[in-house]
């Protein structure tokens, strides 16, 4: 995904941009609203993840101007302001996801991904490659017009796969996408599903690759 950070903290814009690319996606880090504004009008991003405290103006007032020219990208709020009044305004005001700051690496990935989700299947949108696709408001894949029957981890194995397609997933953002809180999977489990995942895609016109020591791919070969 593209992300678009905005984010006056040297040293937090840094290492959370280091850390976002360094799991694929790519990241436009701004400081200030002015320039994020001048970025939303030139490039259409996935996500926004939007500090509150800019010095040149408020992180709400952004959000606010967004909203009021019809731009309905999602906004994750990551902020120090942990006051309920501040969360309730800034969803409100139409932000999608609201984490205080300081925080977990883990958790704001995660939390990026639910958006994302949240925000294609609003749209009654498909995620896919080749012929196959998932339908992420019904939480069914198909390999063209055919449902493939998997279980609820497959799916899960499936949605991160594409979401992250021709991008090599590791079995910890498999775990991370996949456990609840309160569960944990170990690597055998994560090999299981994908074990599973990959006899019933056999047929498809995707490619689910082992990259030894680093993950899983998810690939059209033809592609």
């Known amino acids: 995904m593209r992300l678009l950070l905005v984010e006056d903290d ?3 814009a840094e290492s959370l941009g280091r850390a976002l690319r360094r799991a694929g996606d790519v990241v436009d880090v701004y400081g200030t609203a002015r320039d994020a504004e001048q970025a939303l009008r030139a490039v259409d991003y996935a996500m926004v993840i939007l500090d509150l405290g800019l ?46 700051k300081p925080f977990e690496l883990v958790e704001l990935q995660a939390r990026i991904r639910a958006v994302a989700r949240r925000a294609i299947a609003r749209t009654g949108g498909d995620i896919g490659v080749g012929g196959l696709r998932f339908d992420l408001a019904e939480r069914r894949a198909y390999a063209g017009d ?16 594409l979401l992250r397609r021709g991008r090599v997933v590791s079995k910890a953002q498999l775990q991370e996408h996949l456990c609840d809180w309160d569960e944990a999977l170990t690597d055998g489990a994560i090999e299981l599903y994908v074990h599973r995942l990959r006899k019933k895609l056999e047929g498809t016109e995707v490619e689910l690759r082992t990259v030894r020591g680093f993950g899983y791919l998810l690939q059209h070969p033809k592609a």
Request: aromatic content about 2%.
């Open 10 to 12: 040297v040293q937090i």
């Open 146 to 161: 055919v449902a493939l029957e998997l279980s609820p981890r497959e799916l899960g194995v499936l949605e991160l796969l």
């Open 55 to 100: 010095p040149d103006r408020d992180g709400g007032a952004l959000l606010r101007s967004m909203r009021a020219q019809d731009n309905h990208t999602p906004v994750l709020v990551l902020t120090a302001r942990d006051e309920m009044n501040d969360r309730v305004r800034m969803l409100d005001l139409g932000a999608d996801d609201y984490m205080v």
